[in-house]
Protein backbone atom coordinates (compact mmCIF):
# COMPACT_ATOMS: atom_id res chain seq x y z
CA UNK A 1 0.00 0.00 0.00
CA UNK A 2 0.92 3.30 -0.76
CA UNK A 3 2.37 5.57 1.89
CA UNK A 4 -0.70 8.40 0.35
CA UNK A 5 -3.11 6.00 1.09
CA UNK A 6 -1.71 4.96 4.32
CA UNK A 7 -2.14 8.35 5.31
CA UNK A 8 -5.65 8.88 4.07
CA UNK A 9 -6.58 5.43 5.59
CA UNK A 10 -5.11 6.92 9.07
CA UNK A 11 -6.53 10.13 8.58
CA UNK A 12 -10.29 8.21 7.37
CA UNK A 13 -9.79 6.59 11.28
CA UNK A 14 -9.41 9.20 13.13
CA UNK A 15 -12.43 11.17 11.38
CA UNK A 16 -14.87 7.79 12.29
CA UNK A 17 -13.66 7.17 15.32
CA UNK A 18 -15.44 8.88 18.16
CA UNK A 19 -13.60 10.59 20.95
CA UNK A 20 -15.02 9.43 23.90
CA UNK A 21 -14.65 12.00 27.31
CA UNK A 22 -13.95 10.21 30.76
CA UNK A 23 -13.89 11.94 33.98
CA UNK A 24 -13.22 11.09 37.60
CA UNK A 25 -12.44 14.25 40.39
CA UNK A 26 -9.28 15.91 39.33
CA UNK A 27 -9.12 14.23 35.68
CA UNK A 28 -10.07 14.17 32.56
CA UNK A 29 -9.48 11.72 29.70
CA UNK A 30 -9.97 11.33 25.87
CA UNK A 31 -10.36 8.51 24.11
CA UNK A 32 -10.08 8.07 20.39
CA UNK A 33 -7.10 6.99 17.90
CA UNK A 34 -5.46 8.62 21.26
CA UNK A 35 -5.43 8.28 24.70
CA UNK A 36 -4.86 11.97 26.47
CA UNK A 37 -5.52 12.79 29.95
CA UNK A 38 -5.43 16.22 32.05
CA UNK A 39 -5.50 17.16 35.23
CA UNK A 40 -8.61 19.40 35.60
CA UNK A 41 -6.71 20.43 39.34
CA UNK A 42 -3.59 22.06 37.67
CA UNK A 43 -5.03 23.53 34.53
CA UNK A 44 -2.77 26.22 33.29
CA UNK A 45 -4.89 27.25 29.76
CA UNK A 46 -8.09 26.79 28.04
CA UNK A 47 -8.63 27.67 24.57
CA UNK A 48 -11.70 27.77 22.68
CA UNK A 49 -11.17 27.31 18.63
CA UNK A 50 -13.89 27.61 16.52
CA UNK A 51 -14.26 26.14 12.77
CA UNK A 52 -15.47 23.00 11.44
CA UNK A 53 -15.43 21.12 14.98
CA UNK A 54 -15.14 23.40 17.97
CA UNK A 55 -12.63 21.76 20.07
CA UNK A 56 -11.57 23.20 23.61
CA UNK A 57 -7.72 22.72 24.25
CA UNK A 58 -7.11 21.89 27.56
CA UNK A 59 -3.44 21.98 28.87
CA UNK A 60 -1.94 21.32 32.87
CA UNK A 61 0.97 22.02 34.37
CA UNK A 62 2.54 18.46 32.76
CA UNK A 63 1.54 19.59 29.51
CA UNK A 64 -1.02 17.33 28.93
CA UNK A 65 -3.03 18.66 26.30
CA UNK A 66 -6.43 16.62 25.17
CA UNK A 67 -8.88 18.30 22.67
CA UNK A 68 -12.74 18.49 23.61
CA UNK A 69 -15.58 19.11 21.56
CA UNK A 70 -17.07 21.71 24.15
CA UNK A 71 -20.59 20.11 23.08
CA UNK A 72 -19.40 16.89 25.44
CA UNK A 73 -19.85 18.91 28.36
CA UNK A 74 -23.77 20.01 27.42
CA UNK A 75 -24.46 16.54 26.10
CA UNK A 76 -23.32 14.88 29.44
CA UNK A 77 -24.95 15.89 32.62
CA UNK A 78 -23.12 13.88 34.57
CA UNK A 79 -19.67 14.87 33.50
CA UNK A 80 -19.62 18.89 33.67
CA UNK A 81 -19.41 18.79 37.90
CA UNK A 82 -16.28 16.93 37.91
CA UNK A 83 -14.82 18.75 35.36
CA UNK A 84 -16.20 22.46 36.55
CA UNK A 85 -14.87 21.21 40.09
CA UNK A 86 -11.43 21.08 39.34
CA UNK A 87 -11.11 23.85 37.30
CA UNK A 88 -12.28 25.88 40.34
CA UNK A 89 -9.64 24.00 42.18
CA UNK A 90 -7.03 25.47 39.42
CA UNK A 91 -8.82 28.74 39.63
CA UNK A 92 -8.09 29.10 43.40
CA UNK A 93 -4.41 27.51 43.30
CA UNK A 94 -3.56 30.63 40.48
CA UNK A 95 -2.61 28.23 38.08
CA UNK A 96 -4.82 29.03 35.44
CA UNK A 97 -2.88 32.04 33.28
CA UNK A 98 -4.64 31.75 30.39
CA UNK A 99 -8.85 30.46 29.55
CA UNK A 100 -10.92 32.41 31.64
CA UNK A 101 -13.03 33.44 28.24
CA UNK A 102 -13.65 29.91 27.01
CA UNK A 103 -14.15 28.80 30.47
CA UNK A 104 -17.18 31.14 30.83
CA UNK A 105 -18.47 30.82 26.87
CA UNK A 106 -18.43 26.85 28.22
CA UNK A 107 -19.97 27.58 31.52
CA UNK A 108 -23.04 29.63 29.09
CA UNK A 109 -23.65 26.96 27.03
CA UNK A 110 -24.05 24.22 29.86
CA UNK A 111 -26.28 26.82 31.17
CA UNK A 112 -28.01 27.29 28.13
CA UNK A 113 -28.31 23.35 26.99
CA UNK A 114 -29.65 23.24 30.88
CA UNK A 115 -32.53 25.49 30.72
CA UNK A 116 -33.62 23.94 27.27
CA UNK A 117 -33.52 20.76 28.93
CA UNK A 118 -35.49 21.93 31.76
CA UNK A 119 -38.29 23.34 29.52
CA UNK A 120 -38.39 20.22 27.24
CA UNK A 121 -38.90 18.15 30.23
CA UNK A 122 -42.18 20.14 31.67
CA UNK A 123 -44.01 20.71 28.84
CA UNK A 124 -43.04 24.39 28.76
CA UNK A 125 -40.99 24.45 25.39
CA UNK A 126 -43.18 25.38 22.27
CA UNK A 127 -40.48 24.83 19.53
Known sequence: MSEERQRSGLTLLAVLWPTRVIAVPGLLTTRGPLRRRVHTEWLVSVAWHD???????????????????????????????????????????GTVTE??????????????QTVTTVFKLSGMDHR
Open 51 to 93: GVAQRLVLKDLDGNRPEVDPRVFAANPALWPLFERGVRASLSL
Open 99 to 112: GSDPLRRLSRLIDR
